[in-house]
């Protein structure tokens, strides 16, 4: 079984600080990550995708990948109340299943005014 | 912005009964998955297709579930009888590729 983790949280994070969510994999042979925002009883919306070794920016969220340690992070700066939400991590292996996604159970951010 | 389509976005149903839910995908897009998500946990894949066919269905419970996607477009996922551990949110997603798109979701309570 290839394993996606996550800590649970919640992650509480004062506004306007840095939040960072962290992601481990276990399939050394994923080739695609991606990062969901998930709203109380609401569906998960992808927010963030990344693919090769590195950072990438969009606005104030930043992920990262380092494919060496297995490991995926999103930073959320200048975290506003409405970034409270959990935020999925999802990684695709390549498998016999195409493109679908493996995710972990996902970390709660609570941003407090 | 296109959207995939769900319905119902409620269900409450009674263990035993017979339940199903439908998904309309994005217009174009192959591929249609079906997630259950927990109530603290991420979505589980079901089942996916490939236009009518199914890729993957090795985590479907099938001596309860079933899904369908007879003309590669929409698609239906049964649950028949429900078990009160059927209780979750049912997710549909589509995608042309990589990285894709939910639909508003189903939850179901089984009581």
């Known amino acids: 079984q290839k394993e996606v983790e996550q800590n649970s949280g919640p992650l509480s994070v004062p506004e306007g600080a840095i939040a960072s969510l962290n992601c481990t994999y276990s399939d050394r042979g994923s080739q695609s990550f991606f990062w969901y925002r998930q709203y109380s009883g609401k569906s998960p919306e992808l927010i963030m995708s990344i693919y090769s070794n590195g950072d990438k920016e969009d606005g104030r969220i930043t992920a990262q990948l380092n494919k060496a340690s297995q490991y995926v992070s999103l930073l959320i700066r200048d975290s506003q109340p409405s970034d409270s939400a959990t935020y999925l991590c999802a990684v695709n292996s390549n498998s016999n299943s195409g493109y679908a996604l493996n995710f972990g159970k996902g970390t709660s951010l609570l941003v407090t005014p | 912005e296109a959207e995939v389509a769900q319905s119902p976005r409620y269900k409450i149903t009674e263990k035993s009964q017979a339940v199903a839910f439908w998904c309309d995908p994005i217009?174009?897009?192959?591929?249609l998955y079906w997630y259950r998500q927990i109530l603290g946990q991420g979505p589980e894949l079901l089942v996916q297709f490939q236009d009518e066919s199914v890729v993957d269905d090795s985590q479907l419970p099938k001596d309860r579930f079933s899904a369908e996607r007879l003309k590669g477009v929409d698609s239906t996922l049964k649950i028949q009888p429900a078990e009160l551990g059927d209780s979750a949110m049912y997710l549909c997603?589509?995608?042309?590729?990589?990285?894709?798109?939910f639909g508003s979701g189903t939850r179901l309570t089984v009581v």
């Open positions: 217009s174009g897009h192959a591929t």
């Open positions: 997603a589509s995608s042309p590729g990589l990285g894709y798109t």
